[in-house]
């Protein structure tokens, strides 16, 4: 089955008892039982939901894996995944990440014994020099939030493997989908989504994914999951089922948006540094040409005017890029990621990757794009 046909019947089955073709919400908790411990599949409903079944059954098809597992938020799923690790082990991750994966690591899972290092996964010896004894998970965000930069999934992946198989490699997803990149067949053996984004895509719901190949993750996995309890609800799986099965063609619209959005600022006279993947002058522009289908609805960029008045004054005035947190919706959206999304960053370590207070973040939407111009231009001239 090829992709765009996976999003919409990948795992999934009409409903038994009617041949309803959409999953109904099965909103219960629990499963009546013919004799104690005999039941039809489902005991109770932190363990599994067959609403929940079938998104995960989703979840697995589209990222190539044998089992996916939703969670209660994007956060839900990266705990599930340091809680495969017990003290002293060692995580290596990117030094570009998502505002609440560096919280979560450096203020939740430090104090119980965890390491990290954070390195600038452009360069594969960065990641491998970083390896030790003690390395159990390699932790990768690409494209990064918010300066897009691109590690490159295969190339680190295989390294890590000579120098040690049993360290596990997660791929923060989010940024790029399934519909761009593909990292369990690039070697990886996690993929986590904030499905809060673009896999749901409706800005619509908080939502976590893994998805693994390997039958005996997928289990230790799924006992953290019921152990831990952070599940996605029956309607939330029901909803990004239902954001699923247009993925791809919002993504389709979400590239070719992006694209004359990253081209639009940089050409034009007000703005500075743009960062997409898809600009033949992005640092990793080849890597990011081999690694994904296409560069996204993700655009960065700087004001000539670097200060902070002038940034909020973009910031305010944006009529259709609606100023919000999060990202891969429908509707387009504008972010500071100092003051929003990356506020949990201290300010040394956002200033030594570049996230300054001038870094401004679009989410592109699927509007008509002659729209999304005329708002940047309006916004850019005030
Ligand atoms: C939003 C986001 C998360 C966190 O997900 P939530 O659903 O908000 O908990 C993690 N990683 C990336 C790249 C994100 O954009």
Known sequence: MKFNT???????????????????????????QSSPGEHKGYGYARGSNPTRTALENSFA??????????????????????????????????????????RMFTQLFHKYGLEFSFVD??????????????????WIETPTNPLMKIADIAAITSAIKDINSAILVAVDNTFATPYLQQP????????MHSATKYL?????????ALMVKDAKLAEEIHFIQFAAGAIAGPMDSFLALRGVKTLHIRMQRH?????????????????GEVYYPGLENHPNYEIAKKQMKDF???????LKDESKAAAFKFLENTKIFTLAESLGGVESLVNHPVTM?????????RLKVGVTDAVIRLSVGIEDIEDLLADLEQALNL
């Open 61 to 102: 098809a589209i990222e190539n894996g044998t089992n996916g597992f939703a969670f209660a938020s994007g956060m839900a799923a990266i705990d599930c995944v340091l809680r495969l690790l017990k003290p002293g082990d060692e995580v290596v991750a990117g030094d570009d990440l998502y505002g609440g994966t560096y």
């Open 255 to 271: 590239c070719e948006n992006g694209r004359a959005v990253a081209e639009f600022l940089h050409n034009h006279l007000k703005v």
């Open 341 to 349: 999304s990356h506020a949990s960053i201290p300010e040394e370590e």
């Open 184 to 191: 369990l067949t690039l070697g990886a053996d996690i993929v």
């Open 121 to 138: 996964m452009n360069a594969v010896e960065n990641v491998t020099n970083a390896i030790t004894q003690k390395t159990k998970l390699v």
């Open 296 to 302: 996204g609805g993700m655009v960065s960029f700087k």
């Open 6 to 32: 996976k999003t919409i019947h990948g795992g999934q089955k009409h409903e038994e008892a009617t041949g309803a073709v959409m999953p109904p919400i099965f909103q219960t908790s629990t499963f009546a």
């Open 200 to 208: 749901g895509g409706h800005s619509d719901l908080v939502m976590g």
